[in-house]
Structures are given as C-alpha cells and as structure tokens.
C-alpha cells in the first residue's frame, strides 16, 4: 500500500470518528436540551409556585373562641389577651442553652421546662411553643431590651381560655387542651359532616375542646381560621403583607343552666362524693348537672402540670368523672314508682289492688325479705308507693315478667342514652334475658332465672342508670308521655351577624301513657314527702312536691352503715319535683355510700327546691342523719341465701 492509499485510509477513519463524536454530541445537546425544555416548560408551573412560595408565607390567623354563659348572662368561659414567650427551636443556637440565657432574665420554673419539653416532643422544630406564659409588663420589658441575642426567640399576643368560676359545672362546660393526634383524627373525621370541622380550618390552632360543651360545639366555638400572605426574605423575615382574609369569630354559647342553683347544689354536697340532674320537665332544660367531686378547667389551659394531673388522675374519689351522665348505679325503690306506673299501662294492676305483707315474699325456696320486720300489713299501691313496701313489688315483678318490664322501662328511656348535648353519656343496664346473653360469655350464666326477675322488681339485681337516665324518666312521666331530649345549650349566638339559633324544644316521641295513671303515679309521690320516706327531709316546705327515696345496696349485704370501709355501704338516691300541680322542676340525686335515700339524698333535693321555687339559698352542706321509722327497721334476716337488697 502507497503512502496515497494509506492517507485516504486516515481521513476514511477520521471522517468516521468526527461523524460518531457529532451524533454523540448532538445527542447529549439533545437530552440536555430535552431536560432543559422539561424543567423550563413542563414543570414551569410546579417550580414557579415553589419560588414564589419561598417568596411568600401563608401564615393562618387563628380566630376568637366563642364565649359561654348560663341562662342569665354569667359568664362561664371566655378569652383574655396575654403575652406569651415563645421559642422555634429550628431558628435557635442551641436549645438548652437558649433556655438556660433566658431564664436569667425571665422567670422560667422547672414546670414550665417540663411543660415545654412535652409540647416539644408533640410538634415540629418550626412551630414555635411558648416557654411561658402570661408575661408581666415588666418582663416583656426586660425581654425586649435584649431581643437581639435570642435568635428564634419571640414575644406574641395569644388569647388564652379562662373559666372565671372555676370549678363550677366543670363536668357540663368542659375545658380546651392542646391538639394531640387523637384530635386530628376526630377532625379528619367530621370534615365530611360540618364543613367548619374541615382540616385546613385548625391551620395554626392549638387547643380544642376536650369534654362538656366545649367538645360537643367545638365547631360552633371555634370558628373560621383567617389568613395572611406575606411576602418574606431570603432569610424568612416578613417585608410585607400581600392579602389578608380575616377570621370569623366563634359563635357564643348560652346555657340552660342557672350558676346560682348550680353552685348552691354543688355545696349542698359539701365532701360527699354523688351527682344530681336537675330537669326542666317542660323542655328538657337542664338547670343544673353536678358530679362531685369536681376539678378546676383551668388546669388543663396551658398544659396541666405533672402534679396537678398525677393528683387528679390517683385521686380515689375520681373528680374527672362524670358521675352525672357517665356512672350507673342501681336505683333500688326509686324504681318502684315506674314499676307502679308499668303495671297500670299494662292492665297488670289497678290502684285498688291489695296484698298482706307478711314481711317478705318466698319464691322458688327462697325468702325475700321486706324492709319492715313483720310486714306492713294491707298494702294497695298507693300505700305501696308512701311506705316504700317491698313485698309488693316482689310480687308485682313476678307477674309482669322480666320482659314487660325491659319493654315498659324502654320507653321511659332506661336502658339507652337520652341525647344530651355532651360527650361520654352511658347507656346504663336495662336487664332482659337478651341482654344477659349478650353481656355473658359463658353459656351457664346466660341463662335468665326468674328469681332474678325479683330483685329487679325493687330496683336492684343488674338494674343500673345514670341519675341523668333516672330524671329523664321521671320527666317523660311527668309529661304525660311526651319525650324532652335533655339539653345544656339553649342558643348559639353568631356575634358577626348578631344571628340566633335555638335548640330544638319540640317533644320528640309519645310515650302511650293514660292521664290518671300519671296523675296517680304523681299523687303516691306527693304522699312520699308529705307522710312517708320523704316527709322529714319536706317538713315545712310552703310547697307542695313529690319524691321517691331509694336506698342501693353496693354489695350483697345488709345493714352496711356502720363498715369501716365507707365505700362498701349503701348508696342513697332520691327523685322528686314540684310543684306537684305544674311541675317546674325535676331532680335526681344519687349520693355515693351516703345511706339511706332520706338520710343524705333527700336533704339535697329540699335545699335544691327551696332556691328554685322560693330563692332561698344556702351555702352550707345539707344535713344528714335524717331517717324514717321504717327505715330504721333494717334487723330482718334473711333465708334461703339469697342477696336481698335494702330499700327504703
């Protein structure tokens, strides 16, 4: 090969290897070009949006909590403005060495360290969370002087939660806590039902209402988060604002309650633990709900205190229970009036009808004792009612049947929840031999015995309602049937528009009762205050009322009054209302291991009454000790072993 041939070779491989070197390059142009194309046009929108939202800050603008207040205008629950010292960790130069520089010129205590540290564990590095509180002008002062060395470090204006009563009604208006996840759930999970509960509405809000009122209307109090666009520098600080769309206010709460009644029932308690419903019988109103002990809801504002929750949480006397709404009892002869009431309804007895009290009743080889040694002799159910006989509800309770009762008892509204406009209502236990099979697991116990249809004649054996069940089914008597849903809210005012919306006072079902059974039912009640169980706790009163004491025992025994272990002796009930005529009030008031109904129970009730109907007040605790003859005759013994209840 000549040098010609071989240069031609040179240049055929060059030519070549430029052609591949200039496909390679226009390709990789072309992919350059191609990304270049798709982050210019495909995406410009996407990172157009994420440039401009470095640029702007959409900063939420948390609105007023609507107030609470009882029916005649006593504030319950409102806000207050306060500053707050408030730390981002994410901004600072060391957390712990942040707090540690500003304690020297703020007062930070350790509860407030471990409050901070709790809040911290539950939010994100760029929420800012308040190291204290309520600042004073001084120590805003203070503060301010030396801004510049606490990067990340800001003083703000919060509204903070304030319960001007404290303790009073705790159980029925509730308290606000900081969002934890559970409240998010909750959130996520009503915005499909109220368009105000929707997520993005708790943009920037920290507290929600926890129980009472303020959980049930959280979405009528909290209100409609606003906001703010705000144009920011490279280094996150606010230039300027763009828009703005403010808040709408929380809606303002008024109750059914009257503070004064309620704060006169809860000392009426004085120490003893127990809980009362008091009932306007023509709407449901409910006048006053207490369960006592009680807290106060100002603890949980902030975030409670480790001590303040540890003292509430291993108190045995358990003040953050409701006892109102959330615990059952047995009712024992609280009962007998509505078992009076379902015999009449179901052509079972009339009021004529007549027993001889023996002073027990046998049944299957057993003997089940009356409350009176040796009987109260000819008994009609009038007398039945007065004196409070338990042989004749034993018998009455074996010809009715477990079933007649459960259905009867269903319609008055034991046995379910009544609808009260706040949250953790029990259903209580209406016993039936459906019920026993669903509540057993074993199959022996599912059995229905019909002896155990007898304890449950005088309110005892698995009956268990709630002292809100307990007046409610006294009212739906009273009303000849007409049911009332008890309520706590009377209206929701909207303080923009000036707006009213009033509960729903309408009857909501008809129970078929006949006039003369209530107004006799109505009739033996008034006997029990003016001649029976109840006459001495009513002696004197310029009022005509009706009641029913029952007395309940805890545990299968008699005679508990004097066991060293107060909480294993009997518990002490009494329903009532007045006037007898046009009923204005009902009540239902359960005292913890107080005894018999007319020794702890009925008291309350009378005190309750006389402010109610006369505005006498009182502020000291109602008596105890006060018993009827036939009360004190609690010597009877038993046969055949079984656990026979002690009525009064």
């Not at 990340?152 to 308290?175: D, K, M, S, T």
């Amino acid at each position: 090969m000549n040098d010609f041939q071989h240069s031609q070779q040179e240049i055929s491989r060059f030519r070549r290897r430029a052609l591949l070197a200039g496909f390679g390059a226009l390709a990789l142009f072309s992919l350059l070009f191609a990304r270049f194309f798709y982050l210019q046009v495909v995406l410009h929108e996407y990172y157009s949006t994420r440039a401009e939202s470095n640029r702007i800050s959409l900063v939420p603008i948390v609105p007023n909590r609507g107030n609470i207040t009882d029916r005649n205008g006593v504030v319950l629950a409102r806000n207050y403005s306060a500053f707050t010292l408030e730390i981002t960790p994410s901004k600072t130069n060391g957390l712990e060495a942040t707090i540690n520089a500003l304690a020297e010129i703020i007062d930070i205590q350790p509860k407030d360290r471990r409050r901070f540290k709790k809040q911290l564990e539950e939010s994100k590095s760029f929420e800012s969370i308040p190291i204290r509180v309520r600042l004073t002008d001084e120590e805003v002062a203070r503060f301010a002087a030396r801004r510049y060395q606490f990067p990340g470090v800001e003083i703000n204006a919060r509204l903070f939660r304030q319960y001007p009563e404290g303790a009073l009604a705790a159980h029925a208006i509730g308290y606000i806590s900081r969002i934890n996840k559970d409240d998010e759930a909750w959130i996520a999970q009503k915005s499909d039902e109220d368009k105000l509960a929707h997520t993005t509405n708790y943009k920037g809000t920290e507290h929600i209402g926890k129980i009472g009122v303020e959980r049930f209307y959280e979405f009528e109090l909290h209100g409609g988060a606003g906001y703010e666009q705000l144009e920011v520098d490279k280094v996150g600080r606010a230039v300027r604002v763009l828009t703005q769309t403010l808040s709408t206010p929380g809606k303002n709460l008024t109750l059914t309650l009257d503070s004064n009644l309620q704060r006169m029932a809860e000392a009426a308690f004085g120490e003893r633990r127990g809980s009362m419903v008091a009932l306007d019988p023509n709407d449901g109103s409910v006048l006053a709900l207490v369960s006592n002990p009680a807290f106060d809801p100002n603890l949980f504002v902030d975030g409670i205190r480790f001590d303040d929750w540890e003292d509430l949480n291993h108190n045995p006397d358990k003040p953050m229970l409701n006892r109102a709404i959330n615990s059952a009892y047995a009712p024992g002869s609280t009962f007998k009036p509505l078992m009076a009431l379902a015999a009449l309804t179901q052509g079972k007895r009339d009021t004529h009808y007549t027993i001889a009290d023996p002073g027990y009743f046998n049944f299957g080889g057993r003997r089940f004792m009356d409350d009176k040694v040796g009987g109260h002799g000819s008994v009609d159910m009038l007398k039945s009612i007065i004196v409070s006989c338990n042989t004749y509800y034993y018998n009455l309770a074996n010809d009715l049947g477990i079933d007649a009762i459960a259905r009867f008892m269903a319609q008055l509204g034991l046995g379910s929840r009544t609808g009260i406009d706040i949250p953790g209502e029990s259903v209580g236990v209406l016993p039936s031999p459906e019920w026993k099979a669903r509540y057993f697991t074993k199959r022996e116990q599912q059995k229905w015995f019909p002896g155990e249809t007898i304890s449950v004649g005088i309110g005892q054996g698995y009956n268990n309602y709630t002292p809100l069940q307990m007046a409610h089914a006294l009212a739906n008597i009273l009303n000849y049937g007409r049911v009332f849903p008890p309520h706590l809210v009377s209206h929701i005012t909207d303080p923009g528009t000036g707006e009213i919306k009033r509960v729903a006072t309408e009857p909501v079902r008809q129970i078929p009762l006949k006039t003369e059974h209530v107004d006799f039912i109505k009739q033996a009640m008034a006997g029990v205050n003016k001649q029976g169980t109840g006459a001495r706790a009513f002696a004197g009163a310029p009022y005509e009322s009706g009641g029913k004491t029952g007395t309940a025992q805890v545990i299968g025994q008699r005679n508990t009054a004097h066991l060293k272990n107060v909480r294993l002796r009997d518990n002490s009930w009494f329903i009532a209302f007045a006037p007898v005529d046009k009923p204005q009030i009902v009540v239902a008031v359960l005292v913890e291991n107080g005894g018999f109904g007319a020794a702890s129970a009925a008291p309350i009730a009378r005190q309750v009454f006389d402010y109610y109907l006369l505005g006498k007040a009182s502020t000291s605790p109602a008596p105890e000790g006060i018993a009827s003859a036939d009360e004190g005759n609690t010597e009877d013994e038993e046969e055949g072993g079984h656990d026979h209840a002690l009525t009064d």
